[in-house]
């Protein structure tokens, strides 16, 4: 049973950095792509960065420069560094996992229950 556990949120002011951490269990989590998305109110599910079981990484132009994803796969671990935050960038982020690093979030399989992020300016 696939099982990832977000952890890391919180609040900052902008400029400041977080980041976010995705305990995954359950599966073999180095053959797996994983990905980081986030949720506003009332709007889309939006994906922000990905990282395949090669370690090729894709981000949204929205966070290039600013947000790091890494996976250390000894820990069965996703990571999210965000420096240079900016209130736009509030939202509930949430890890994804499946085989395939899919470009619509509605075709990733597993997901977290997701960390908030608030970004005060």
């Known amino acids: 049973q696939v099982q990832l556990v977000e952890s890391g949120g919180g609040s900052v002011q902008s400029g400041g950095s977080l980041r976010l951490s995705c305990a995954a269990s359950?599966?073999?989590?180095?053959?797996?792509?994983m990905g980081w998305f986030r949720q506003v109110p009332g709007k889309e599910r939006e994906g922000v960065a990905s990282?395949?079981?090669?370690?090729?990484?894709s981000y949204a132009d929205s966070v290039k420069g600013r947000f790091t994803i890494s996976r250390d796969n000894a820990k069965n671990t996703l990571y999210l560094q965000m420096n240079r935050l900016k209130p736009e960038d509030t939202a509930m982020y949430y890890c994804?996992?499946?085989?395939?690093?899919?470009?619509?979030?509605?075709?990733?399989?597993?997901w977290g229950q997701g960390t908030q992020v608030t970004v005060s300016s």
């Open positions: 994804a996992a499946d085989f395939v690093c899919y470009y619509n979030e509605y075709e990733w399989r597993y």
């Open positions: 359950g599966y073999t989590y180095r053959r797996y792509c």
């Open positions: 990282i395949d079981s090669d370690g090729s990484t």
